[in-house]
């Protein structure tokens, strides 16, 4: 894992730990895609933690990391991604990785802060998309 890699690791898992802080306050979606990436369906049970979006435009493409949550399993999860986005031309490349025409989808699962006294926690589904290496 490379410095910038473990830097954004670190910043998310802080940013997580602020939100349960805070209290955590996710923003429904209207639309059931990403707000950031609007060709990718966002699955019932998750919802977009306000703040939780950065984009960014560079030469080589764009980048989109979209934090998520919601009281989901993270099998549920993968499964639903795995048999969803290639329908919408993503190819699975290991899991939760895709690609699609040059880009690079990955999910990830960082960890969440348990409540104290809830049943469950709620799950963090991160979407970090950006352009593909070229080999």
Not at 85 to 110: A, N, V
Request: charged share 20%; proline share 6%.
């Amino acid at each position: 894992m490379t410095g910038a890699m473990k830097f954004r690791c670190h910043f998310f898992t802080t940013l997580l730990l602020l939100i349960f802080a805070l209290g955590p306050q996710s923003a429904m979606a209207e639309n059931q895609f990403l707000s950031a990436i609007d060709d990718l369906p966002l699955m019932d049970g998750l919802n977009e933690v306000d703040g939780g979006v950065m984009a960014f435009d560079s030469p080589s493409g764009r980048i989109v990391e979209v934090l998520t949550m919601g009281k989901v399993e993270k099998d549920d999860v993968s499964d639903f991604y795995s048999q969803t986005l290639p329908q919408l031309g993503w190819t699975e490349t290991g899991p939760g990785q895709f690609s699609r025409e040059g880009e690079l989808l990955i999910l990830e699962f960082p960890h969440t802060l348990a409540i104290s006294g809830a049943s469950s926690a709620p799950l963090s589904v991160r979407f970090m998309l950006s352009p593909a290496l070229k080999e």
